[in-house]
């Protein structure tokens, strides 16, 4: 099962297939989590079996110089203030996607999560104050604001086995906004003496940076050279320089393109195949590369670097302490100690839970959480996970013994606020199945992908009508992922509340007999023989020369001068050439594609993965029909 599942993740397509927003970002956080959480233990032993040589290698001194001009900085500084970079980088692209593809595209239902995450962040760092007000610690507040958003979505998956992607989304929507801020934060409160001239010469870099990401201006190496300066301008200038990475990712613009801009990629590739000179080679590339938004491109090359490498050597850098019982006796009655762990283990939840039920109420509903209760009480416990951006807080703001008090509470939250949200989902799981999918999933609208909603009088439908959950295909009967989908559909449709839809989408410029196999289904289908057709299209599909399309109509037992003289007229053209304009307005470039209750279904596409989306699915409609 496991090959075959792994074949039908692929796709026929006009380009690599977008990812859901924050789908791949979500898969990508959960494995690295593992990879982090191993540095963590590393760095204890480390600095517990060797303090010294922890520290002092740590400390060795990295230069880079050029003519008279030389940084040196020692290696944990080049990790939190010129490595992280790259992390801040991606936390800004993934905010941008957001805004642009994500479900904050519909612009209110950003407003939820706004307040979650501002509340999330103030109530922490009062309570953290009402520990250290006055005394020696109360500047270092920044620690207890920031949840860490990669590894709270790695330990999600891990204590929270089973629960729906919808909260893990929910979760990342709203500490996206948390990241934002927490880097505000750093930049105005935590930065010192500041250079004013440098930070000028930063804002000038930026600004040169976001005039040429809005007229899409694609020389990447002027990114890079404008990127580094504005990094060195405000380290310079006493900024931490982190915050240029989150800027520069805020401006890179995600998209999905359009038909006829991947369509003449598809051409480029086809001239240079027809003449491979180094001239054509360079067109296919700019003309394929073209054909990605600047967003996904930087995405897919930072966000595995920064996951697995980037994180887990900031946490082997940072979190070793000593650790001994006199030491943990007087580091838990310190106030340091004690504000980070009750601001992040009661004050997110609170903060979550709390401007959740207040909007809910004070709207009558409109501004509700786009999960469940349950699924907003576990958000809120696991989001007292707070580790990479509070440590480096930590770092800016304190040394010596505050520091170790400062890393032993944001150690000991990350421990408690598993368990507490392990004990959440287990009791949620108790639950019978119907309160236990309106507690996970909740009764909130779901933004709906599929644009042209199903037509009975139109589309072609195997299944109940009345069923409670649609799956919607686009297809290609030359696509040999579509063949590869055929049974697992059939065995799926041996559900008898689900209803299948079969829609149109030849990719004429890569299946050569795509359309006209498409048009003869639908000269079938005037003649009552949809599906019969469908069938045997997908089970021969390197057989759709015009001969063996009329072979098919005669084994049909069809009037097969009259589909011969409906296709050469392309009768259906026009009503193919509506399902190709239906998966153009939903974003689909690639077969198969599939829907479920309007929803697009990322991903997988094997038998038991399509299986849980449709239980989920269910689940919702359920729901909806008893509000």
Request: glycine fraction near 8%.
């Amino acid at each position: 099962m496991t090959d075959f599942s792994a074949l039908l993740s692929g796709q026929t397509s006009w380009r690599r297939e977008f990812a859901a927003p924050m789908r791949a970002f979500l898969r990508t956080e959960a494995g690295s989590s593992g990879v982090l959480a191993a540095a963590i233990v590393v760095a204890l032993l480390w600095a517990n079996v060797a303090p010294e040589l922890y520290d002092d290698f740590w400390r060795t001194e990295l230069s880079v110089g050029l003519g008279n001009n030389v940084l040196s900085l020692d290696l944990r500084e080049w990790i939190n203030s010129g490595l992280m970079t790259l992390f801040f980088l991606v936390v800004g692209l993934e905010a941008r996607r957001e805004f642009d593809l994500g479900d904050l595209r519909e612009r209110s239902r950003f407003v939820l999560p706004l307040l979650a995450g501002v509340a999330g962040m103030i109530v922490p760092v009062l309570i953290y104050l009402a520990f250290n007000l006055g005394g020696d610690g109360a500047h270092g507040w920044g620690v207890a604001m920031s949840t860490d958003t990669a590894l709270a979505l790695g330990l999600l998956a891990l204590v929270g086995r089973g629960v729906p992607d919808r909260i893990r989304i929910f979760l990342l929507t709203v500490f996206v906004v948390d990241d934002l801020l927490a880097l505000v934060v750093i930049g105005v409160v935590y930065s010192e003496n500041v250079d004013l001239m440098m930070l000028a010469a930063a804002i000038v870099a930026f600004a040169i940076v976001l005039t040429l990401a809005i007229y899409r201006v694609r020389i990447t190496w002027l990114y890079v050279v404008l990127g580094v300066v504005m990094w060195a301008a405000l380290l310079t200038s006493g900024v931490d320089p982190v915050v240029a990475g989150l800027a520069i990712g805020l401006t890179a613009t995600a998209y999905t393109p359009g038909r006829e801009e991947l369509e003449q990629a598809t051409g480029l590739v086809r001239l240079f195949r027809e003449q491979p000179t180094p001239e054509l080679a360079r067109s296919a590339t700019v003309g394929l590369t073209a054909t990605i938004s600047p967003n996904e491109r930087l995405q897919f090359l930072y966000h595995p670097w920064t996951s697995y490498l980037i994180v887990p050597l900031f946490g082997l850098a940072n979190a070793g302490i000593p650790i001994d019982l006199d030491f943990l006796g007087r580091a838990y009655t310190a106030p340091i100690t004690l504000g980070i762990l009750i601001g992040y283990v009661v004050g997110k939840p609170v903060a979550v839970i709390g401007v959740s039920w207040l909007l809910d109420r004070a709207t009558g509903g409109r501004f509700r959480p786009q999960v469940g209760w349950a699924g907003v009480i576990g958000s809120g416990t696991i989001a007292g996970i707070g580790f990479t951006v509070s440590l480096l807080i930590a770092t800016i703001a304190f040394e010596g013994q505050e520091l170790v008090e400062a890393k032993l509470g944001l150690l000991s939250a990350v421990v408690v606020a598993s368990a507490l949200t392990w004990l959440v989902f287990r009791t949620a799981k108790l639950l019978s199945p119907p309160k236990k999918a309106l507690a996970l999933l909740g009764d909130a609208e779901q933004l709906v992908d599929l644009i042209d909603p199903v037509d009975p009088e139109r589309d072609h439908i195997r299944g109940p009508q009345d069923a409670s959950v649609t799956l919607v295909e686009y297809g290609d009967f030359e696509c040999p992922y579509c063949g590869l989908a055929e049974p697992i559909v059939r065995d799926l449709l041996l559900d008898d509340d689900l209803r299948y839809v079969w829609r149109h989408l030849p990719l004429s410029d890569v299946h050569a007999r795509a359309q006209i196999a498409a048009e003869v289904s639908e000269a079938a289908a005037a003649q009552g023989a949809f599906w019969e057709m469908h069938d045997l299209l997908l089970a021969n599909q390197d057989k759709l020369q015009p001969a063996d399309l009329l072979g098919y109509a005669g084994q049909l037992g069809l009037d097969t001068d009259r589909l011969h003289d409906e296709v050469k007229r392309h009768v259906a053209a026009a009503r193919v050439a509506q399902d190709v304009e239906s998966a153009d307005l939903s974003g689909v470039s690639g077969t198969p594609t599939f829907f479920i209750n309007g929803q697009r279904h990322y991903g997988a596409y094997d038998v038991d993965t399509l299986k849980a989306a449709i239980h989920v699915a269910r689940a919702r409609a359920k729901i909806s029909r008893r509000d």
